[in-house]
């Protein structure tokens, strides 16, 4: 894993420019391990700030008592003062950015980025057929080759209509591509297929509303999730989880 201390430093040090900081926040939204190393830093930092905020809180206290001490006194504690209030907000930003940062973390958009990660970065070869377009097409997916994926699971489809699977995967594709329009398309096609095992239709098309994240989004993948662990589809467990947290 590279060392990201010194990028990351640059962001709280306002080094970077305009474009450098989205291109961060919006890291932190959809890389999980990089949102993590933030999430240490900002910790470690907080321990250190502190560390340094108790010693120079002892070493305030004692300046004011030889102060107090002393004949002349009123410019050495307004000095002490002044450094104690930097101090103090030093440390009230930092606490204000570990919130903030932690409030990325939970975020919909953020919790659903981690779910695709954990559960579909690669799919899972069921079939013998080795030379069907379905085993092309994961095999295509699981080399980040969404492209191809998504022609052979869609070529699957037409000859298939009642193959489920190519319908998921192609929005699995489509998700993975950003393409949320699209994926949220075939997961509403997966939704209306009656008569299946078990269907993940609804769930994976709030996935896509939740990593879509534009004005409504967020209600509508509740209420869909809602209705996944109302009906106990499946993601039932994942969406009562989800659903306590936003």
Same mark, same amino acid.
């Given at each position: 894993?590279?060392?990201?201390?010194?990028?990351?430093? #640059?962001?709280?040090?306002?080094?970077?420019?305009?474009?450098?900081?989205?291109?961060?926040?919006?890291?932190?939204?959809?890389?999980?391990?990089?949102?993590?190393?933030?999430?240490? @830093?900002?910790?470690?930092?907080?321990?250190?700030?502190?560390? &340094? &905020?108790?010693?120079?809180?002892?070493?305030?206290? +004692?300046?004011?008592?030889?102060?107090?001490?002393?004949?002349?006194?009123?410019?050495?504690?307004?000095?002490?003062?002044?450094?104690?209030?930097? @101090?103090?907000?030093?440390?009230?930003?930092?606490?204000?950015?570990?919130?903030?940062?932690?409030?990325?973390?939970? #975020?919909?958009?953020?919790?659903?980025?981690?779910? *695709?990660?954990?559960?579909?970065?690669?799919?899972?070869?069921?079939?013998?057929?080795?030379?069907?377009?379905?085993?092309?097409?994961?095999?295509?997916?699981?080399?980040?080759?969404?492209?191809?994926?998504?022609? &052979?699971? +869609?070529?699957?489809?037409?000859?298939? =209509? #009642?193959?489920?699977?190519?319908?998921? @995967?192609?929005?699995? #594709?489509?998700?993975?591509?950003?393409? @949320?329009?699209?994926?949220?398309?075939?997961?509403?096609?997966?939704?209306? *297929?009656?008569?299946?095992?078990?269907?993940?239709?609804?769930?994976?098309?709030?996935?896509?509303?939740?990593?879509?994240?534009? =004005?409504?989004?967020?209600?509508?993948?509740?209420? &869909?999730?809602?209705?996944?662990?109302?009906?106990?589809?499946?993601?039932?467990?994942?969406?009562?989880?989800?659903?306590?947290?936003?």
């Amino acid at each position: 894993m590279p060392d990201n201390t010194e990028y990351i430093e #640059s962001y709280f040090q306002q080094t970077l420019s305009n474009e450098e900081r989205k291109a961060f926040e919006l890291r932190c939204e959809t890389d999980a391990p990089f949102a993590n190393e933030v999430a240490i @830093y900002i910790t470690t930092r907080q321990v250190l700030r502190e560390a &340094l &905020l108790e010693q120079k809180t002892q070493q305030w206290k +004692e300046e004011v008592i030889a102060q107090e001490e002393a004949p002349v006194i009123s410019i050495k504690r307004k000095t002490t003062f002044a450094k104690w209030t930097m @101090y103090a907000a030093a440390a009230c930003l930092l606490l204000v950015a570990s919130v903030f940062l932690f409030e990325r973390n939970t #975020s919909p958009r953020l919790v659903a980025s981690n779910y *695709m990660e954990n559960n579909y970065a690669t799919l899972s070869h069921t079939m013998d057929a080795s030379h069907d377009s379905m085993q092309l097409g994961i095999s295509a997916y699981n080399n980040k080759d969404f492209a191809t994926a998504i022609r &052979l699971f +869609e070529a699957a489809e037409k000859t298939q =209509p #009642s193959n489920s699977d190519a319908i998921k @995967y192609a929005g699995l #594709s489509y998700l993975q591509q950003k393409n @949320y329009d699209k994926a949220i398309q075939q997961f509403d096609e997966l939704a209306n *297929m009656k008569n299946l095992f078990s269907n993940s239709g609804d769930f994976l098309k709030a996935v896509a509303l939740m990593e879509r994240n534009k =004005p409504g989004d967020k209600e509508e993948a509740k209420q &869909l999730l809602h209705k996944v662990i109302t009906e106990n589809e499946d993601g039932s467990k994942e969406a009562a989880e989800w659903v306590r947290k936003f």
